[in-house]
């Protein structure tokens, strides 16, 4: 592999982030990653501290599992749908939304890898209701920093590509 090839498997997890809470959450995968059950589900009040931001993601990316065709768990579409719809409920009820479309407004998503000593989180925009994306078309400037590092500069890192969301 080379310094620019991307592994089929690394660590990573997801950020979420609106008005009432910041979720930072574990992903695992082959390829393409998912919410990992077995992983951590941090909530944070949006004005948490960059250090507990960035302790927060350590964790989430400390259980990541790592996978390879031989050890893929099978996970089916309808498997995601009930867990996705299940935290979605979750989230409502938590935090007293009335609704989806008002716990989903003006929400960021940051996708977090970490591959050749190196963190990457990537800005998204928000494309629907429950849709975040990105191409090439988009520009946006990805967040790299070393890794691992303090809690505090991965804390600030993330802030920052939470600024450049759309």
């Known amino acids: 592999m080379t310094e620019m090839e991307v592994p089929p498997s690394r660590p990573r997890a997801s950020i979420l982030s609106n008005s009432v809470f910041t979720l930072i959450e574990t992903y695992s995968g082959f390829r393409s ?70 716990m989903f407004k003006a929400m960021k998503s940051v996708d977090a890898d970490v591959y050749h000593q190196k963190l990457h989180l990537l800005p998204t925009k928000h494309e629907k209701r429950e849709a975040w994306g990105r191409s090439n078309s988009d520009k946006f400037e ?25």
């Open 142 to 166: 990805d967040v790299i920093i070393s890794y691992p590092n303090q809690a505090d500069a991965i804390g600030e890192a993330i802030l920052l590509a939470l600024s450049r969301c759309r």
């Open 33 to 102: 990653g998912w919410a990992d059950p077995e992983g951590q589900q941090i909530y944070l009040s949006p004005d948490a501290s960059a250090c507990s931001i960035g302790s927060a993601l350590i964790k989430a990316l400390e259980a990541s599992r790592i996978f390879t065709l031989e050890n893929l768990p099978i996970i089916t579409r309808e498997q995601h749908a009930e867990r996705y719809e299940a935290w979605v409920k979750d989230v409502i009820q938590r935090y007293g939304f009335k609704n989806r479309a008002a």
